[in-house]
């Protein structure tokens, strides 16, 4: 397969149609170029749960006019805040409702990563029906001073003039541009269900959306799915190693153990998690790359720095990537053809773009659960409380955040 275009459009290869490579493509199509996404997966299936939607995240997402439709899906929780795991006292109250968009321009939402991601492949395939290449697993990629080749496992190869690696923490790209970075078992073991909400009492859950702490293990919970769904996620320490990945099959027993002494509300939800709905994964941590692309080739989302969930902002880091991405190409396609020399410098803009804030989100996400899991947490102090409103991430918009002219220096390869 090979799909060189003329003129000031550029040929992109994505690999990975996870959230972050769909909205790459959306934004770089939005911009004029040509895109194929090429994912492993040999259909899409409803995988996952709950993702948290924030204003920086709705603020990419409203700019490539998917705002409406994700805001019918989405729920926007009236309340949220941090409670005591033991006894059910609330910590920290935080306001949501309609005051993030009056503060923010944008709603603090929550919906089931399933729905969005369909929503982003829709949009996609509306734009070009042959945009989304499924069963393509890629083994290997080349480049050299005019384009750049993946081939896959199925034995196609595509021919391209940039390539966007987005396939995940366990990025092939990643590993093909930057050996030699394993990835470290963190020791927390975490859990999702989906919980049916009608088979839970029918007094309300207060807040609609919170986190309940206590010493080595923590409890999400908020709803999904205009409400019909609660989506818990929980984490544990746990000297075990677990495999990392997101649908090893767990048993509502084996979570149950964990929570055994927790307020009631907590086993009262696991116990009426569906048998075929509890999820389990290992946690595994990896430091920021100093730099994320070489030549014609860069990373996106978690493929470029994968983080810990505690903040809730990796999904929303691969859409505000994925809509700087497309403006720092449109910058300089605006000049220069992308097959020039100039068409790499486009990526190193983006990663310049990108770096420090996505650098410093990692790293906050470590120190989030060292205090949600701090040995004694009966002195949780409100004040010292970092979540991701609270660390500023909220304000960003990718749709209007600057971004550097020129690199800083000149690209590799
Ligand atoms: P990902 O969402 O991981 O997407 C990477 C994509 O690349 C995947 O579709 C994968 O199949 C594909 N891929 C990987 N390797 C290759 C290869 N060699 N060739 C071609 N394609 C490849 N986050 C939550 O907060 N809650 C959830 O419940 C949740 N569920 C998830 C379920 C699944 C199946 C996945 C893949 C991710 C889930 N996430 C969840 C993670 C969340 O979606 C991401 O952290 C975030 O959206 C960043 O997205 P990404 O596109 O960078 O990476």
Known sequence: MTGKVAGNVADI????????????????????????????????????????????MLHGLAHLGLGEAVRAAAMTPEHGGVIDIATGELLVANTRGRIPEQRYGQPYTQMHRAELHGILADAV?????????????????????????ARFTNGNSACGDLLIGADGSRSVVRDALFPGHAPRFTGYVAWRCLVPMDRLPATPIYPDSAIMIGPHRSFARYRVSHGRLLNCTAFVDSPGWTDEGWS???????????????????????????AD??????????????????????????????????????????????????RALASVLARVLASTPEGPAALLIYEQARRERTSFVVQASRDAVREFHAPDTRGYDPARHRDAEALGLFS?????????????HQPRG
């Open 277 to 326: 709905a509890c999820f389990k994964w290992g946690l595994f941590d990896r430091d920021p790359l100093p730099c994320w692309t070489d030549g014609r080739v860069t990373l996106l989302g978690d493929a470029a720095h994968p983080m810990l969930p505690f903040l809730g902002q990796g999904a929303a880091m691969a859409i505000e990537d994925a809509v700087i991405l497309a």
């Open 248 to 274: 090893i099959p767990s048993s509502v027993e084996e979570l149950l153990a964990h929570f055994a002494d927790s307020a009631p509300i907590v086993s009262e939800i696991v116990r009426q998690t569906p």
């Open 396 to 408: 960003y918009n990718p749709a209007t955040a600057p971004i550097p002219a020129q690199p800083f």
């Open 125 to 149: 395939g509306r734009n070009d029906p042959e945009a989304l290449q499924l069963d393509h697993c890629l083994a290997s990629l080349s480049q050299d001073a005019c384009s750049v080749t």
């Open 13 to 56: 290869i994505i690999i990975g149609a996870g959230i972050g490579g769909l909205t790459a493509a959306l934004a770089l199509q939005r911009t004029g170029q040509r895109v194929r996404v090429f994912e492993r997966a040999a259909a899409f299936a409803e995988v996952g749960a709950g993702l948290t939607v924030g204003p920086n």
